[in-house]
T-cell receptor, first 113, second 114 residues
Framework: GESVGLHLPTLSVQEGDNSIINCAYSNSASDYFIWYKQESGKGPQFIIDIRSNMDKRQGQRVTVLLNKTVKHLSLQIAATQPGDSAVYFCAENILPHNNDMRFGAGTRLTVKP | NAGVTQTPKFQVLKTGQSMTLQCAQDMNHNSMYWYRQDPGMGLRLIYYSASEGTTDKGEVPNGYNVSRLNKREFSLRLESAAPSQTSVYFC?????????????FGPGTRLTVL
């Protein structure tokens, strides 16, 4: 079946560097995507979202890029800080169910001081 | 505002026992959700309630039942627990459909079935 997945399970970066976390999706009908951050022992926290009619969306220190041609999603974190260490999930909205988000397996980001 | 609260935080059951996980939100949200998260995996949707009085199956509903008690509360029941249901369970809520409405998660319930 179609699913959301991630290229890299772990990512280690130096504090102050930029981080890029990638996600591949295969459901061409999905029109809405979310990135979540999950710290140890906590529930996921919304970071940023993007609709399929956009290629790029920026937030505070984060940017999401969507490439529909190759069904690829990425999360860029600028000037990565120790507090950014967490597991990051991408999720896609499985149409036509507006309340059904499918999550990828996650990437663990570790920021070295 | 407490946001989304879940009880209990931890629970150990024996195979065949039943239990109910409780979830409440104080944000006046219409939609509520139950997910499970297995080690090293993303969340999978068990059931959701788009609005008070409605419930729908998600990706992995087998072995679970839900009740949308009122607008604030959404409970998840395991009638006969199985080891395969060992997981961390998250409740979440959103003002409306997920497409365009931020979803807020509770702290989770860690369930072990022996």
């Amino acid at each position: 079946g179609e699913s959301v997945g991630l290229h890299l399970p772990t990512l280690s970066v130096q504090e102050g560097d930029n981080s890029i976390i990638n996600c591949a999706y295969s459901n061409s009908a999905s029109d809405y995507f979310i990135w979540y951050k999950q710290e140890s022992g906590k529930g996921p926290q919304f970071i940023i979202d993007i609709r399929s009619n956009m290629d790029k969306r920026q937030g505070q220190r984060v940017t999401v890029l969507l490439n529909k041609t190759v069904k690829h999603l990425s999360l860029q974190i600028a000037a990565t800080q120790p507090g950014d260490s967490a597991v990051y999930f991408c999720a896609e909205n499985i149409l036509p169910h507006n309340n059904d988000m499918r999550f990828g397996a996650g990437t663990r980001l570790t920021v070295k001081p | 505002n407490a946001g989304v609260t879940q009880t209990p935080k931890f629970q150990v059951l024996k195979t065949g026992q039943s239990m109910t996980l409780q979830c409440a939100q104080d944000m006046n949200h219409n939609s509520m959700y139950w997910y499970r998260q297995d080690p090293g995996m993303g969340l999978r949707l068990i059931y959701y309630s788009a609005s008070e009085g409605t419930t729908d199956k998600g990706e992995v509903p087998n072995g679970y039942n839900v009740s949308r008690l009122n607008k604030r509360e959404f409970s998840l029941r395991l009638e006969s627990a199985a080891p395969s249901q060992t997981s961390v369970y998250f409740c979440a809520s959103s003002e409306g459909p997920l497409s365009g409405n931020e979803q807020f998660f509770g702290p989770g319930t860690r369930l072990t079935v022996l």
